[in-house]
């Protein structure tokens, strides 16, 4: 204690309490208060409402993100499609009467063997003339329903 005094004597001079201490009754009322603390944690860990949100929301954002996937990647895939491009190329329907237009929608709808044997037949159904199909009609007749390939494996067929 003497070489504290030496080396320092202010440091000597303080006295040895402890700086901290229990408030005043601060026991008396202990367990009343703890009683009422545990109470309200209890509470809080209740389920509140919502708790359906709670278990629903993982399964409501996974099913938004294949919306906004289908929506981003299939839809403009689908423009790029060739069925679809087939469906989609009709002649604009500006300036054509109602029996132009059933004409083409029903040139649309026939198939390749059919389409000829109109052209062939002069029996019962007059054969149209060459005023009712020019080769523009032939080839948008063609582009809509037949493939490059197809015309293509034909050419080479005749070919051989």
Known sequence: MDELKKIA???????KEHPFGVPENYFDDFSARLHTRLETEKQDLMPQRGRVIRLLKPAIGLAASFIVIFLLVY?????FLPRYQ????LPVMNGITEEEAQYITFMEKIDENAFFSLLEDSGTVSAPTEDDLNDEDLLNYLSANISDYEIYMENENLNE
């Open 75 to 79: 839809l403009p895939i689908r423009s």
């Open 86 to 89: 087939a469906e989609n190329n």
């Open 9 to 15: 004597p202010q440091l000597s001079k303080i006295k």
